[in-house]
C-alpha cells in the first residue's frame, strides 16, 4: 500500500495573520456601513437586496476572517 500525501494547505501559513487582519477589518467596514444604512433611511426607502447582500458579504468576510485569526494563534479547526 502507498504511503498518504499529508494534507497541506492551500495558503502559506506566513500570511494568516495579514488575511485575519484585512478580511476582519473589510468585514466591520462593511458592518458599519450596514449600520449607517440602517439608522440613516427610512422605512420606505430602504431595499431588502441591498441589506441581505451588505449583511451577506460582511458576515462572510467576518467569518473568513475569525478562522484566519484561529488558525493564526494556533487553533487549527
Not at 467596514?29 to 437586496?49: D, H, P, Q
Request: glycine share 8%; aromatic share 12%; hydrophobic share 55%.
Amino acid at each position: 500500500m502507498a504511503s498518504a500525501k499529508a494534507i497541506t494547505s492551500p495558503v502559506p501559513d506566513a500570511w494568516y495573520p495579514t488575511l485575519a487582519v484585512l478580511m476582519l477589518a473589510v468585514g466591520l467596514v462593511l458592518t458599519a456601513s450596514f449600520f449607517i444604512y440602517e439608522a440613516t433611511s427610512s422605512k420606505r426607502n430602504r431595499s431588502l437586496a441591498k441589506e441581505l447582500t451588505t449583511g451577506g458579504v460582511a458576515s462572510v468576510f467576518l467569518g473568513f476572517g475569525s478562522l484566519f485569526l484561529l488558525l493564526s494563534a494556533g487553533v487549527y479547526v
